[in-house]
């Protein structure tokens, strides 16, 4: 079953996953390490990354590896550098504007 992306990132713990998972490859016992939560319940986080196809797996030996999709995340990336454009844009306009009230 396939998930929305976006309703994966936007829970805390899964953000976290992923921001370890940027660095390096690791287990879901590593990566359980990493917070104050059961192994159980970081795998369900796993579980819902990975049917979100934000993760890759690979299997070495009887561990298996997750890691980030980067495919995936330029999707998320796309639809947010609507907004960074945005952004800017009126960022740029109330620069304007504050220059012009301290001429004033």
């Known amino acids: 079953m396939k998930r929305d992306p976006f309703l994966a990132i936007a829970d805390p713990t ?6 370890l998972l940027a660095v390096q490859a690791m287990t879901p016992n590593a990566l359980a390490e990493h917070f104050d939560s059961s192994r159980q319940a970081v795998s369900k986080h796993i579980k819902i990354l990975n049917e979100c196809e934000l993760l890759k797996q690979k299997k070495e030996g009887r561990e298996i590896y997750y890691h980030l ?12 550098q609507k907004f960074k454009a945005l952004w800017s844009k009126r960022f740029d306009q109330l620069d304007e504007l504050l220059i012009k ?4």
């Open 101 to 104: 009230i301290e001429k004033k």
């Open 14 to 19: 899964r953000r976290a996953i992923l921001m």
């Open 69 to 80: 999709n980067g495919k995936k995340m330029e999707t998320i990336e796309k639809w947010l």
